[in-house]
C-alpha cells in the first residue's frame, strides 16, 4: 500500500504562519475597510450552469449550435452539446460569461472532458472573453483536438493572480473552414470548471513567437507587440502553448526616452535611437524581443509633381488611383510575402515582409497604358540592403484576351540593383516603358532574383506617365 | 539536525529577505516532525552538502568521460564531460546540465560522476536531495553499481537504482535492482506517482535503506517498495560495497530521443548526498 505524501503542504504550512506572524505586527485595518470579495466558485457547467452564468453566441454564428444534452454526458445527468454546421453555412461560437466577476487567482487551469461525433479540431476554444474589460485577459487555445471518446481537457492559465475579477469563464469558435475542414457534427463538453490541478509547470512566455524582432521604425508610427503567448508543461509531459492577452504581460523598453510601450503592447516611437522592448510574465521574462531602430520622423517619398493628366496611378495618394484588385495577392503556394501597409499622416505606404515576390493585379478592368511612355515607382529598404540584393519589375501586358497566361501576354523585366539603392533613403524607380502592347496591363510583380535575399521594403508612387 | 538546517534552507529560499528573521522564531514550531519514520538507520558515515563551489570534490567523485560502449549500453545520446558548462557546484547545489550540442560526434553534453574506489559500502541508507529536469529523452538517476563490475560482469555485479525518472512523466519516479536474470527490461521495479505535483518543480529526498534482508525504496516521508531476495527470480547479489553515480542521460532506448518539445540545456539538481550505517 503505497502513503502518497510529500512534503510540501508543510512548507506552505509554515510559510503561512510566517505570514501571520509578519502581519501581527502591522497596524489593523478599521472595521470600516472592506474588501470587494468575488466568488471564487470554479464550476461553470457540470450538469448546468454553475454560480450564475450566461450564454451569448457571437454575431453570424449559428443560433442554435449550443444546447444542454440530456442523453450524452461525462458525468451526471447532462453535458453541453454544440452543433457545428456544414461549411458554407454558419458557425458555432459562443461566450459563457459569469454574471458577476469571480476570483480564479486560485486556479491554475480551466479543465473539461469533451467528445465529438467524429475527430475533430475545435479551431479556437478558452476563457477570457468579457467586452467590459475588452477581453483583457482572453485566453486561445487553437486548433483543439478531440475524439469521440471523453477525455479530459485542460487550459492553462497564463498567470492566475491577474485573474482575480474575471467574468470571462468560457468561450469557442469551431465552424468548417473550407470544404474539407469537417462540418455537420456535434460535440459535447462536460465537467467544466477551473482547478487548482498544481502539475502546470515550467513556464514559458513568449513575445513575437520567441523571436528576437529587429524593425525601423518612426516617430508616430506606432508597433505593436505581436505574437503572445505562454507555454506551460503538463502534467503529461506535454508542453501546451495559448495565445495570451497583452493584459498577462508586462512590457518594459531600455530607453523610453525612444520607445514607450503600454499594457496593450503598443509601442510608441517618441524618440530617435534604438531601443528594446522585452516582456514578463507572471515574473518570468518572457523569450522574443523588439528591438526598435527609429530613424526619426518619417522620411516620405517625394511628392509627384506631374500633371494628373499624364498620370495613371497604380498606388499613390497624389493621384487618384486606377482599380486594383490587390497589392498582394498572397499567392500560394509559393509567395512568402507578406504585407504591413502602413499610413502616417494620410501618406500610405505599401510595406513588405518576408519577401520572395509579390504582385499587383488590376484584372477588373486591365490598365491601358497606351498613351503612357514611363513606368515609375519609389522605393525604400530600411536598416540595411543585403549584399546580394537583386530586384526585378516585371510588368504583364495580358493581351487582347484580357486572360493572365492567356496566351498572348508580354511582359517588360525591369532590373534594379545593388548599386541603386541606398539603405533608410527612398529611390525612384523611372524607366521608358517598351511593352509594345500596354493597353492590357494585369499584372506587375516584384520578385527576388539570383538569390537576393531582400526581406522588407517599402513601396509608394507606383504609377504611369507620360 | 541534518534534516533540519536543511527544511530552513529550502524556506530561505520561498520566502523574501524581511522574513528570515521571523522564519527563525517561527520555524520551530511548524517543523513538527523532521524525522523520516521510513528510514531507521542514523549513523551517518559520508555526506556531501555541495557547499564548495567550483568543481565536485575530487576525494569523492571521479568523472566518467565519453560515451561508453554503445552509449552506456544503453544507446545513449550524451559525450559526458567534466567541462563546467556540464557539471559545476554552485550556490550549495551539484549542477548536472544537459545541453544541446555538437561535441566530439554526439549532438547532446552532460555529465556522470562515480564515487567508485572512493566511497563504497555495503548495506546502509543512501539517499539525496534532487530536483530534476523535464521534457523527452531527458533521464536523471541517482544509483548504486557493485564496486566489482570490472570483473565480475554487469549484470552479475548487481545494480541498485535509487531514483530514475522519464522527462516526459514529470510526475513519476522509479526504484529498480537489476542481477543476474532480471536485467534491463527484466529488473525487479516499481514506481512512485505524486499527487497534484510533479517532481520537476521541487526537490525531493530519494533514498533505500539495504540490509541483508531487504531494500527499502522511499521518496520523501513515503515508503513505496521493499525488495527482498525472494522478491527477485535470481541470485541476491547485494551483499557487497557498492558506489554511487549521479547522472542525467539524454535519449537511449528508455526515455527515447528527445523531440522537438524538449527544451535545453537541462540541469539536475543535488542539494545533498548522504550515506549513513545501522
Not at chain 1, 523611372?430 to 516584384?446: R, S
Not at chain 2, 548487481?158 to 513519476?172: F, K, S, V, W
Request: proline share 5%; aromatic share 14%.
Amino acid at each position: 500500500m503505497k502513503t502518497r505524501k510529500n512534503i510540501y503542504p508543510k512548507i506552505f504550512l509554515c510559510i503561512g504562519l510566517i505570514f501571520i506572524t509578519a502581519i501581527s505586527c502591522e497596524r489593523e485595518l478599521s472595521d470600516e475597510a472592506e474588501f470587494a470579495t468575488f466568488s471564487t466558485t470554479g464550476e461553470i457547467f457540470t450538469d448546468n450552469f454553475q454560480g450564475g452564468l450566461d450564454y451569448f453566441p457571437f454575431g453570424g454564428s449559428f443560433a442554435e449550435a449550443f444546447s444542454v444534452d440530456f442523453n450524452e454526458k461525462y458525468l451526471g445527468s447532462a453535458s453541453m452539446r454544440f452543433d457545428i454546421p456544414q461549411f458554407g453555412v454558419s458557425y458555432g461560437g459562443a461566450t459563457f460569461p459569469s454574471l458577476a466577476p469571480r476570483d480564479l487567482s486560485q486556479y491554475d487551469a480551466l479543465t473539461f472532458w469533451a467528445k465529438a461525433s467524429q475527430g475533430a479540431d475545435i479551431n479556437e476554444i478558452g476563457f477570457g472573453i468579457n467586452g467590459e474589460t475588452n477581453n483583457k485577459f482572453q485566453v486561445t487555445m487553437q486548433n483543439l483536438p478531440l475524439t469521440t471518446v471523453w477525455t479530459k481537457y485542460v487550459i492553462a492559465i497564463p498567470d492566475a493572480s491577474k485573474l482575480n475579477q474575471e467574468k470571462g469563464m468560457f468561450w469557442y469558435a469551431e465552424g468548417a473552414e473550407n470544404s474539407f475542414d469537417e462540418g455537420g457534427y456535434t460535440f459535447w463538453i462536460d465537467e467544466l470548471r477551473f482547478e487548482k490541478l498544481e502539475t502546470i509547470a515550467q513556464p514559458r512566455p513568449a513575445i513575437f513567437n520567441g523571436q528576437d524582432v529587429v524593425q525601423t521604425a518612426f516617430i508616430g508610427s506606432p508597433i505593436t507587440v505581436t505574437g503572445l503567448t505562454q507555454t506551460f508543461n503538463l502534467a503529461n509531459g506535454q508542453n501546451q502553448t495559448v495565445s495570451a492577452a497583452p493584459s498577462y504581460f508586462t512590457f518594459t523598453s531600455s530607453d523610453t526616452d525612444i520607445a514607450i510601450v503600454n499594457e496593450l503592447g503598443l509601442v510608441s516611437i517618441i524618440g530617435i535611437g534604438t531601443a528594446e522592448i522585452t516582456a514578463v510574465l507572471g515574473g518570468v521574462a518572457a523569450e522574443g524581443t523588439l528591438t526598435v531602430n527609429s530613424v526619426g520622423d518619417f522620411q516620405f517619398a517625394p511628392t509627384p509633381t506631374l500633371d494628373p493628366s499624364t498620370v495613371l496611378s497604380v498606388f499613390s495618394d497624389t493621384y487618384t488611383n486606377v482599380p486594383v484588385d490587390y497589392y498582394n495577392g498572397f499567392w500560394t503556394p509559393g509567395s512568402t510575402t507578406g504585407s504591413a501597409d502602413f499610413a502616417i499622416n494620410g501618406d500610405n505606404i505599401l510595406s513588405y515582409t518576408n519577401f520572395n515576390y509579390v504582385g499587383t493585379a488590376m484584372s477588373s478592368p486591365t490598365l491601358d497604358a497606351s498613351s503612357m511612355t514611363h513606368f515609375h515607382l519609389n522605393m525604400y529598404v530600411p536598416d540595411n540592403v543585403p549584399s546580394d540584393f537583386d530586384f526585378l519589375i516585371s510588368i504583364e501586358d495580358w493581351g487582347a484576351n484580357q486572360i493572365d497566361n492567356g496566351g498572348d501576354d508580354t511582359r517588360q523585366q525591369i532590373f534594379v540593383d545593388v548599386s541603386q539603392v541606398q539603405p533608410d533613403t527612398w529611390i525612384t524607380v523611372d524607366v521608358p516603358l517598351t511593352l509594345t502592347n500596354k493597353n492590357n496591363i494585369g499584372l506587375i510583380i516584384y520578385e527576388n532574383i539570383n538569390g537576393s535575399s531582400l526581406s522588407n521594403f517599402y513601396i509608394d508612387n507606383v504609377y504611369f506617365h507620360q | 539536525m541534518r534534516n533540519k538546517t536543511n527544511k530552513i534552507k529550502s524556506l530561505i529560499k520561498v520566502v523574501s529577505i524581511p522574513f528570515i528573521a521571523l522564519l527563525f522564531l517561527t520555524i520551530t514550531n511548524c517543523s513538527t516532525d523532521e524525522t523520516q519514520t521510513v528510514t531507521n538507520f542514523t549513523n551517518l558515515v559520508m555526506s556531501d552538502e555541495f557547499d564548495a563551489e567550483g568543481a565536485p570534490n575530487s576525494a569523492l567523485w571521479n568523472y566518467e568521460i565519453g560515451t561508453g560502449n554503445n552509449g552506456w549500453g544503453n544507446n545513449e545520446l550524451q559525450y559526458y564531460t567534466d567541462r563546467t558548462e556540464n557539471i559545476k557546484v554552485e550556490n550549495g547545489y551539484l549542477l548536472i546540465s544537459a545541453n544541446k550540442e555538437a561535441y566530439n560526434g554526439s549532438s547532446y553534453t552532460s555529465a556522470r560522476i562515480t564515487t567508485q574506489g572512493l566511497f563504497e559500502q555495503t548495506h546502509g541508507r543512501f539517499e539525496a536531495r534532487i530536483r530534476v529536469p523535464y521534457g523527452k529523452g531527458l533521464w536523471p538517476a541517482f544509483w548504486l553499481l557493485g564496486s566489482d563490475c570490472e570483473t565480475n560482469i554487469w549484470p552479475q555485479c548487481g545494480e541498485i537504482d535509487i531514483m530514475e525518472y522519464l522527462g516526459d512523466n514529470p510526475d513519476t519516479v522509479f526504484g529498480s535492482v537489476h542481477g543476474p536474470g532480471y536485467s534491463a527490461g527484466e529488473a525487479v521495479t516499481k514506481e512512485y506517482t505524486l499527487e497534484n505535483d510533479r517532481f520537476d518543480t521541487g526537490f525531493h529526498v530519494f533514498g533505500i535503506e539495504w540490509t541483508p534482508d531487504y531494500i527499502n525504496y522511499y521518496v520523501d516521508d513515503a515508503l513505496y517498495q521493499q525488495i527482498t531476495p525472494a522478491d527477485v527470480p535470481g541470485e541476491w547479489v547485494f551483499n557487497n560495497p557498492f558506489y554511487i553515480i549521479l547522472n542525467l542521460a539524454v535519449g537511449g532506448n528508455f526515455p527515447g530521443a528527445p523531440n522537438s518539445e524538449t527544451v535545453f540545456p537541462q540541469t539536475m539538481l543535488v542539494d545533498y548526498v548522504r550515506v549513513y550505517q545501522q
